[in-house]
């Protein structure tokens, strides 16, 4: 089947704009995670989701980050007022009940100019 | 504060060799631990897992964990070009969690 999917793959915004980045798990999911990773650097883990609610937020970095998953399948994760700090590429995984296996999406690639 | 650490390279083995990567950890509460492949611009690929003290074999690759000494190893035998790429060490500390992971540790596989 298919795997997880990140829209968009590349994202150029100025200093200040919000952006929204979206992920699309592995069909009967239902665990999701949200992961940033910067050069050099492994991913950091931000927030992840059981269904439709954050079960751990403890990885946003601050009140500018906020992820959705309404439904319980697709999330969006919104940053406000972005920084040149902010440039990473943001990563979704995505796991079954019957395992804590993450699979990871492509990722985003974001760049704050 | 849960930490993961691993020697970030690069790691240079000549072809048909054995590379071994290793790996430590903070958290003696972590119950699962696993090896993620990851190729320049791509994202991490899941290699090996591996949850009980001991020795887990898969083709090429056996993973290698000590939860005494806090401790997991990779080792692929004969390595092949294709198994250049940086490898990231994982850590979960018990179900659907976030993963804890390492900064990597880049390997080049020599022709």
């Known amino acids: 089947g298919a795997g997880v999917s990140q829209t968009p793959s590349n994202k150029v915004t100025e200093k200040g704009k919000y952006v929204e980045l979206r992920c699309d798990p592995i069909?009967?999911?239902?665990?999701l995670y949200w992961y940033r990773q910067s050069l050099g650097q492994g991913p950091e883990f931000l927030i992840y989701f059981q269904g439709t609610g954050a079960a751990d937020d403890s990885g946003l970095p601050n009140d500018r980050f906020f992820a959705v998953r309404p439904e319980g399948s697709v999330s969006t994760l919104k940053i406000q007022r972005t920084e040149r700090g902010d440039s990473a590429v943001y990563l979704c995984?995505?796991?079954?009940?019957?395992?804590?296996?993450?699979?990871f999406g492509p990722g985003t690639r974001l760049t704050v100019l | 504060q849960k930490e993961v650490e691993q020697n970030s390279g690069p790691l240079s083995v000549p072809e048909g060799a054995i590379a071994s990567l290793n790996c430590t950890y903070s958290?003696?509460?972590?119950?699962?631990f696993f090896w993620y492949r990851q190729y320049s611009g791509k994202s991490p690929e899941l290699i090996m897992s591996i949850y009980s003290n001991g020795d887990k074999e898969d083709g090429r690759f056996t993973a290698q964990l000590n939860k005494a000494s806090q401790y997991v190893s990779l080792l692929i035998r004969d390595s092949q070009p294709s198994d250049s790429a940086t490898y990231l060490c994982?850590?979960?500390?018990?179900?659907?969690?976030?993963?804890?992971f390492g900064k990597g540790t880049h390997l080049i596989i020599q022709p």
């Open positions: 994982a850590v979960l500390r018990g179900g659907a969690d976030g993963l804890t």
């Open positions: 069909s009967g999911h239902t665990a």
């Open positions: 958290d003696r509460g972590s119950q699962s």
């Open positions: 995984a995505s796991s079954s009940a019957r395992t804590d296996t993450q699979y």
